[in-house]
């Protein structure tokens, strides 16, 4: 077991990575996920939360995303409305309120607690607007992306037994069919 976890983390760092550099995250900003670690074992979600699993995937996430110099925002489970764990120093740059709360496996989920516990500052908040992300066990991180939301498809298809589906934004189309768009935006 304790080779599949290392196996996972590996696999979660590649998948981050791989998410980032597509997505051409730029530094600073927001990059969501959202994890059910009872998916990655191969049970249904919410009910076989995993501390040992998240800590695995979460280090490979966070390391990914630090080496990008994005800010990762942890989204927590159902039972705190799908609230996002992020640095303090992120949700002060973004204007992001403070809730107060304190994810736990069974209320927040495993991979948020992990956020809570190895963050410099962790704070709670309800709402962002993300750059991209990655959801990993179909845990519906669209609500905290950017509006225009673009599917990517990565190499990694799954981490343990969860499916993995990522997604970028990108600038809103305006201005009808005589408009012209900046390729970069695109």
């Given at each position: 077991?304790?080779?599949?976890?290392?196996?996972?983390?590996?696999?979660?760092?590649?998948?981050?990575?791989e998410?980032?550099?597509?997505?051409?995250?730029?530094?600073?900003?927001l990059?969501?996920?959202?994890?059910?670690?009872?998916?990655?074992?191969?049970?249904?979600?919410?009910?076989?939360?995993?501390?040992?699993?998240a800590?695995?995937?979460?280090?490979?996430?966070?390391?990914?995303?630090?080496?990008?110099?994005?800010?990762?925002?942890?989204?927590?489970?159902?039972h705190?409305?799908r609230a996002?764990?992020?640095e303090?120093?992120?949700?002060?740059?973004?204007g992001?309120?403070?809730?107060?709360?304190?994810?736990?496996p069974?209320a927040?989920?495993?991979?948020?607690?992990?956020?809570?516990?190895?963050?410099?500052?962790?704070?709670?908040?309800?709402?962002?607007?993300?750059?991209?992300?990655?959801?990993?066990?179909?845990?519906?991180?669209?609500?905290?992306?950017?509006?225009?939301?673009?599917?990517?498809?990565?190499?990694?298809?799954?981490?343990?037994?969860?499916?993995?589906?990522?997604?970028?934004?990108?600038?809103?189309?305006?201005?009808?069919?005589?408009a012209?768009?900046?390729?970069?935006?695109?």
């Amino acid at each position: 077991m304790e080779q599949d976890i290392m196996e996972i983390g590996e696999k979660a760092y590649r998948a981050a990575n791989e998410i980032l550099s597509m997505a051409k995250s730029e530094q600073g900003s927001l990059f969501v996920v959202g994890c059910s670690t009872s998916e990655v074992a191969g049970e249904r979600i919410g009910s076989a939360s995993n501390p040992e699993l998240a800590e695995a995937v979460f280090a490979g996430i966070y390391m990914a995303a630090k080496e990008k110099g994005v800010y990762l925002a942890a989204q927590c489970c159902e039972h705190l409305n799908r609230a996002l764990i992020v640095e303090k120093e992120a949700a002060d740059k973004f204007g992001y309120e403070a809730v107060n709360v304190v994810p736990q496996p069974k209320a927040g989920g495993s991979f948020a607690s992990m956020a809570w516990k190895y963050f410099k500052e962790p704070t709670a908040v309800e709402h962002i607007r993300a750059a991209a992300g990655m959801d990993i066990g179909n845990t519906l991180i669209g609500m905290h992306l950017k509006e225009v939301a673009v599917p990517v498809r990565i190499s990694i298809k799954n981490i343990g037994e969860a499916p993995v589906v990522c997604a970028r934004t990108r600038a809103k189309f305006i201005g009808g069919e005589r408009a012209a768009y900046n390729k970069g935006l695109i």
